[in-house]
C-alpha cells in the first residue's frame, strides 16, 4: 500500500479534460493515469466512487474502482481511508479484491482497488424475484461456503508477531458478494471494516457501519453476551443465505414487525448506548432495526423456511441465534458444514454450475414482461464494466 503524493496540480481532477474528451482522465499517478468511465453509486459517508481504466505509457491495465477524498473531506474520513488502505495492503485471498493504494494528487486523495466484474447477489435476488423463482439451495451452499473460506481468512489475520487483528468485515450484504464471469465468489469492499491494526482511528460508538438490514442483533443494540466479533458477520451471512433461500428479509417481514411493536417499553433496542445513525440510508433507522432484532424468535425464521430443505434449515438455524455463544464458533466451522452439504448432493456443484444456473436466471427475468424494474444501480454499474471489458477484448 502507498499513500504516495504525486504531483503538486490544484486543478480539481473531477473537472480535468484530457484531449481525448471521451474518457476524462480523473488522475494521474506517476505515468499512470486513470481514465474515467462512469460515475458509481457513492460510498459510505457518500464518498464518490468511479470506475476507471489504468493508462500507462499507452497500455491499459485492469479495470479498477476508485473512491475520492475531496481537499474540504473532515479529518477523520482521511484517517479512515487510510485505515482501509492499511488493512487492504495486508489482505492477499482470491475471493478478496487486491487494494492497489491510496494515493494523493493535488489535494484530494484516491483509494484505488480491484474492480469485479460479476454479477451481484443483490441482483441474483431480483432475478429470482422477476421469474419468482429463487436460484437453487446448490446455489446458495456454494456461494455460502467461498464466503465463509473468505471471511475465515479475514477473521484469522495477524500481524508481524502474529498477533490477531481482529478484523471484522461489517458489510456481509448482498451487494458485497459477487459471482464473477468465471463462477468464482468474491467478499467485495471493505470500507465499513474493523480491525486492530496500530494507529487505527477507532470506530464511533454512535454510527453503524455497513447496511443496518443485515447487522448482527449485538451491533444495532447492547446486550448481555453480545460481544461483537466475527460471529457478527456470520450471522450477517446467514441473513443474506435466507434472503436468497427464501426471497424474505428477516428484519422486514410482517411477523418480526408486529413482534417488535409488541415489545414493552425498556426492552433491550431501547437501552442507550448503541448506535443511532447507520453511515449508509436504509428504509428505516437504527432504533427501529434494534426492535426488531431484539424481538425475532426462532419460530419466524422457521416460518419463512416452511419451504426450506432440513440440511439448510439447520444451517440457518444455527447462524441466526440471537446470542453469539449459540452461533458457529467461526468461518471454518460454518464453511465444513456447507461443504458437506455440497458433498451429499451427489452432483458436482462448483464455479462452472453456480454461474450455469446464474446466468439462465438472468435469461429468464430478461425475457420476462412483467413490471419490476431489472436493472437496479448496482447491476448497471457492472454491466458498464462488462461493456468496457467487451470493448477492449
Given amino acids: 500500500m502507498s499513500g504516495n503524493d504525486s504531483g503538486n496540480d490544484s486543478q480539481d481532477p473531477l473537472e480535468h479534460e484530457p484531449a481525448e474528451r471521451s474518457r476524462p482522465i480523473l488522475f494521474s499517478h506517476g505515468d499512470t493515469d486513470y481514465l474515467r468511465l462512469q460515475k458509481l453509486a457513492n460510498g459510505p459517508n457518500e464518498l464518490k466512487r468511479f470506475l476507471c481504466l489504468p493508462r500507462t505509457g499507452g497500455r491499459e491495465g485492469p479495470l479498477v474502482e476508485v473512491v475520492v477524498l475531496e481537499p474540504d473531506a473532515h479529518w477523520k474520513r482521511l484517517a479512515r481511508l487510510k485505515d482501509v488502505a492499511a488493512l487492504g495492503a495486508r489482505l492477499s485471498h ?61 477473521h484469522t489475520l495477524t500481524d508481524e508477531a502474529r498477533r490477531p487483528l481482529g ?41 453503524l457501519r455497513g447496511e443496518i438490514d443485515f447487522a448482527a442483533p449485538e451491533r444495532l443494540y447492547p446486550m448481555a453476551d453480545g460481544v461483537v466479533d466475527a460471529r457478527s458477520d456470520l450471522f450477517s451471512l446467514g441473513l443474506v443465505m435466507l434472503e436468497m433461500t427464501t426471497g424474505q428479509q428477516l428484519y422486514g417481514t410482517d411477523q418480526v414487525e408486529q413482534a417488535a411493536a409488541e415489545l414493552p417499553p425498556g426492552h433491550p433496542g431501547d437501552e442507550g448506548g448503541g448506535p443511532w445513525l447507520s453511515e449508509q440510508r436504509s428504509w428505516t433507522t437504527v432504533e427501529e432495526m434494534a426492535r426488531r432484532a431484539a424481538a425475532f424468535r426462532p419460530e419466524h425464521i422457521e416460518h419463512l423456511m416452511r419451504d426450506v430443505s432440513a440440511p439448510m434449515r439447520r444451517i440457518l438455524h444455527k447462524l441466526l441465534r440471537r446470542l453469539p455463544s449459540e452461533r458457529y464458533p467461526s468461518a471454518a466451522a460454518l464453511k465444513a458444514d456447507l461443504d458437506a452439504c455440497l458433498g451429499a448432493l451427489g452432483r458436482p456443484y462448483g464455479a462452472r454450475e453456480a454461474l450455469a444456473e446464474l446466468l439462465e436466471a438472468r435469461r429468464e427475468a430478461e425475457s420476462g414482461d412483467g413490471p419490476i424494474e431489472l436493472v437496479p444501480s448496482d447491476e448497471n454499474e457492472r454491466r458498464a464494466g462488462e461493456l468496457h471489458l467487451a470493448a477492449r477484448d
Avoid: K, W
Fill in 94 to 154: 482470491p475471493a478478496i479484491p487486491r487494494t492497489h493504494g491510496l494515493f494523493r494528487h493535488g489535494d484530494f486523495r484516491y483509494l484505488v482497488t480491484e474492480y469485479v466484474s460479476g454479477i451481484s447477489l443483490n441482483m441474483a435476488g431480483h432475478y429470482g424475484c422477476v421469474r419468482q423463482r429463487n436460484l437453487s439451495e446448490a446455489f446458495m451452499f456454494y456461494v455460502a461456503s467461498e464466503a465463509a473460506g473468505a471471511l475465515s481468512y479475514v
Fill in 167 to 207: 478484523v471484522l468485515h461489517r458489510g456481509v450484504d448482498p451487494y458485497n458478494l459477487i459471482v464473477r464471469h468465471d463462477g468464482a465468489v468474491m467478499l467485495a469492499n471493505f470500507m465499513s471494516a474493523f480491525s486492530r491494526l496500530a494507529g487505527r482511528e477507532p470506530t464511533s460508538t454512535c454510527v
